[in-house]
């Protein structure tokens, strides 16, 4: 059974970081750090690829967020997102997820980050 468990999420002001964590216990293609505000959709704002590390990122967090994984093949491991200079409109409920090779289908249950000052 795929098991993704987040943590980290907390209360910042602008302008701070943060780290949240993903551990995980499956070898997928994609794993990604996806953000909903309620009334929103959820949409994917960092990507890793298994294979090679390689990433994408949203417009919105890019240069600002960093995603990695600790062991990449490792079928249990840990997902990572660093978030600097944070702003309000970060505010929102993070989901770890993977991708078995048809979408990311494979969700955890969120974690929140709250900007505001």
């Known amino acids: 059974q795929v098991q993704l468990a987040e943590s980290g999420g907390d209360s910042v002001q602008p302008g701070g970081s943060l780290r949240l964590s993903c551990s995980y216990n499956v070898r997928r293609y994609r794993m990604a750090w996806a953000r909903q505000v309620p009334g929103q959709k959820r949409e994917e704002v960092a990507i890793?690829?298994?294979?090679?590390?390689?990433?994408?990122?949203?417009s919105s967090v890019k240069g600002r967020f960093t995603i990695s994984q600790d062991d990449p093949k490792s079928a249990k491991s840990t997902l990572y997102l660093e978030m600097s200079n944070l702003k309000p409109e970060d505010t929102a409920m993070y989901y770890c997820a993977s991708d078995p090779g048809h979408g990311f289908t494979e969700w955890g249950q969120g974690t929140q980050v709250t900007v505001s000052s």
């Open positions: 890793i690829y298994t294979s090679d590390g390689s990433t994408w990122y949203d």
